[in-house]
């Protein structure tokens, strides 16, 4: 049996242990909620203040050429592209997840009829977005259950949209496998990127989409990424066609005339204050080797699951204990599963629930010890021992997204 | 003729003479381009530390409900209601401009058969959008100069996309009069919120979207708004459903049921510190007389355009003479307006270029001084004498957006 002390060897020698105290984080927390919203690096803050007193303040309307403003949606883009196994000018930031996921989709449907798929278990944005790009192009739309979604993937699907990582129980799809029954999909990489390895190029992927404030660091509703094969690329056209997708922006043409490269998925001007927050948080994670990311990631999850099993046997483990088979966060099912995160929260142990019985616990290797992990499961075992959260103060109040 | 010393005077009797101390203006400069990025207030700078460092880095995804992110697109969005003689409601902030009208004139064109109208030399992303959303929908595109754009508002017209001040000569559409022809009309407020009079209720608005980064001050990229008259609100359904715009969106219902407000516009995660910023130069407008700001603003404009009349008669002002046919920037064309204006800001008066021939200065009262304006056009004129911008210096490099 693993010991306090096996962890605290384990933290003494982590190659990526250096990184912790590069995130800003409160005291008497152990944040278990990376994968809903990012720790803030401590780089961003200096960051952002550069960015609004020098670069906004100072520089006005001049950074757009001299800081390259213009420049941030690819710059950031092909940052983005080298954690999760792209072409630089393959992926760019733009709008949020929603509307990155709308513009391909609708541009991968128009390409050839059928019908449009989705899971009807996952997100649920990706339903929502799914089902009405099929009514505003009078197709079928098909919703099915997460675990039949590859028998789904018939001739006669125009395009689906498929998640990697299931935001509940951190299930993971085989994306190559998937990808090679050769129905056009737009992958949603929300619970993947910076999270589990991605070699898209490999996998051949020709579509997705990412969330950037998750697993990324990105901060509160930082913009998203879209990512389009470059093969693919000029067959296809956004709907939503702006300025910033001409192919000449500051020529202010009326004519319509689509970037010849990934700029054509872009659409309004771009949010800067969180792109280029964004752009800090990748930075810092694009120090880290990513092998030693996941090799992290699986020994805090295993931890985490057996200390879990040998303290709270009510808790069941609803995350696959095949790494290949998982995400980076761990889920567990119970009758009072919102109680007990409430519960959890008030003791400085910060998961979140999600409907209608999963305790959900992100692990971050960036920023969690070990020891953090012994610490939190020793705090969920004696919540639950002391059904604390039967406490009527947990009982009532908002659900964090 | 007005001197030096009575524009002294001016400026000391002037009601609004406060503001210019509340915004982050650099040293030897003119800024005369707050219509396309405004000055960063000096609040706005200390909020976003606050939002970084306690809200992100303290509170975490609590912040979601402690500081309540959750609520801040209609909390912004009812503040800017109040600038544009709205109900709080009517209004919410989200996106970028170019996709907020991408929602509402898809949107009001499916309530009913006819063509897609826009003008075809206002700004370009309005005709880019909306000759895609012909596209998508099968329907008719027209594009009409933007002088005949009434007599184009006829019954076979679904939806048209209009806006509401020209971006190069700020000429001024009436609203009233366009809108009552019957037409439904989406109107293009980005050069006209925080800058003119305006009131959509007296005027029978239905539909509208504006931008966040011109006069509201609400930096880079800020997101946009978007405005739907409230008895059209239940018949209208964005064509971009995401979980944000769902009825009970931590429910995490797969089925989608759009929210009954105003929220149904809203797609994905809010972009929190794009939209904070916002709040915060939308609350420092909120405390301006919005009659003084246009009784300064006409001055402003007035002073600019006597100045240069009497200094410069080479260059020829193309703004209407009449406040009421104009918005709140002043434009001149020159064949060399281009090399002009890159003179310019290199002697410290930021004004932009807009082609085929217009030099463009904007007249933003919060922060601009009459003596201001006397120093930038006396600087004007003594770049125009000395024929300055026929140097090789000014004769290339990049166009700031």
New interface residues.
Partial sequence: MTTLEDVREWDAADPLGGFRDRF?L?DG?V?L?GN??G??PKA??AR??AV??Q????G??????DRD??GAPRRVGAKIARLIGAEADEVIVA?????CL?KLL?AAAQLRDGAIL????????D???A??VAE?LGREFR?VPRDRIGEALTPDVAAAVITHVDYRTARRHDMRALTARGTRIVWDLSHSAGAVPLDLARDGIELAVGCG?KYLNG??????FLYVQGALLPQLR?????????AA??????A?EPAPDISRFL?????????L?LESGIDLMLEADPAQLWDKAIRLHDLFAARVTALCPELENVTPADPDARGSHIAFAHPHALAIVRAL?ARGV?G?F??PDIARFGLTPLTLRYEDVWQATGIIADVMTKEAWRDPQHAS?????
């Fill in positions: 800003a409160p927390v944040y909620d809903s919203l720790a803030l961003t803050a952002l203040k609004v007193e670069e906004w303040g100072e006005l309307i001049r950074s757009w050429n403003w213009v709008d949020s997840t929603s509307v709308f609708m989705a899971e009807s278990d996952n997100f649920p944005t339903a929502h977005v089902g009405r505003l919703s404030y901060g509160p509703g930082a913009p998203a956004s709907p939503i066609a702006g300025w910033w997708g001409h922006p500051f020529d202010f043409s009326c319509f659409s309004g001007t771009p949010a800067i204050l969180g792109l927050a929260i910060i979140d999600r409907t109040g908002g659900v964090v997204p």
